[in-house]
């Protein structure tokens, strides 16, 4: 049994050593596969193991990138694209843009009424301006005799035609026609004749005058916020007693009459 143990002992040496110098084969094939460096490279060195310093490296600035600006077009979007784009809704409502409603009113015969309506528009904060145009009014006629000397030759005319029955006349104070006497306007051509022909009898000449009697018509330009509640104000309140009608808002004028 013994020499069986000496031979069992002497294979597992053997085995031993054999197991070990394959091993260590191993790891020098591994460490020169690891190390097998190209010729080519080049390897790190320590500054303090070069034999000079290495000359100081530049850095060039990096190159101005020129972004262009692409300007897209329906014709130039692709129509898959467009599809996966979320709808962009601006933020206004029918409520937060003001309706503005115009009219003129008019027309209105005195300056008065006018500058109180505007007044009551402005008061609440809307736009109103007034405008005023001159009409020719009816036809008259003026009657009157030339200008005296002087006030005293005037003052004497007039007792003497009082003296022969004449009445309804006027001594003219200033002016151009400073010392004439006037003698009534007339609307009618009869009415003209019939008093030259009183003159006439009593031995004067008048002069007579077409007269156009001009006056000025007002009316009122708003502009105001269209609401229910002010509509019925423009209907019911104090604008209500003057006609009016809708006007454009490109027509409102901004220069206001100015007497």
């Not at 191993?26 to 310093?53: C, D, H, V």
């Not at 843009?97 to 009551?120: F, H, K, M, Q």
């Not at 009409?135 to 006629?141: A, D, I, S």
């Not at 007339?186 to 008093?195: D, H, I, T």
């Amino acid at each position: 049994m013994r020499w069986i143990f000496f031979l069992l002992l002497v294979a597992n040496l053997v085995y031993f050593g054999w197991e070990l110098d394959r091993e260590t084969t191993i790891q020098r094939k591994q460490a020169s596969a690891l190390l097998a460096i190209p010729a080519t490279a080049q390897q790190l060195q320590l500054i303090n193991e070069m034999p000079s310093p290495p000359a100081p490296r530049t850095v060039e600035p990096a190159p101005e990138v020129v972004i262009d600006t692409i300007v897209a077009s329906a014709e130039m979007a692709d129509p898959a694209m467009v599809t996966e784009l979320p709808e962009i809704q601006a933020d206004v409502t029918a409520a937060n843009i003001p309706v503005y409603s115009c009219y003129r009113y008019g027309p209105i015969l005195d300056e008065e009424p006018a500058t109180n309506l505007r007044n009551w528009f402005v008061q609440r904060n809307f736009v109103a301006t007034i405008q005023a145009r001159e009409e020719p009014g009816k036809q008259m006629y003026w009657v009157y005799l030339a200008p005296q000397q002087s006030r005293e030759n005037a003052m004497a005319l007039l007792k003497e035609m009082q003296s022969k029955g004449l009445d309804d006349f006027r001594l003219i104070n200033r002016g151009d026609l400073q010392n004439a006497i006037s003698l009534g306007l007339f609307s009618s051509r009869e009415a003209v004749n019939n008093r030259l022909e009183e003159l006439k009898e009593k031995g004067y000449v008048p002069v007579v005058v077409p007269y156009a009697n001009v006056k000025k018509i007002y009316s009122l330009d708003v502009r105001i916020t269209d609401t229910s509640a002010m509509q019925q104000e423009l209907q019911q309140g104090y604008p209500s007693r003057y006609e009016s009608t809708p006007l454009d808002c490109s027509q409102i004028s901004t220069t206001e009459y100015s007497p």
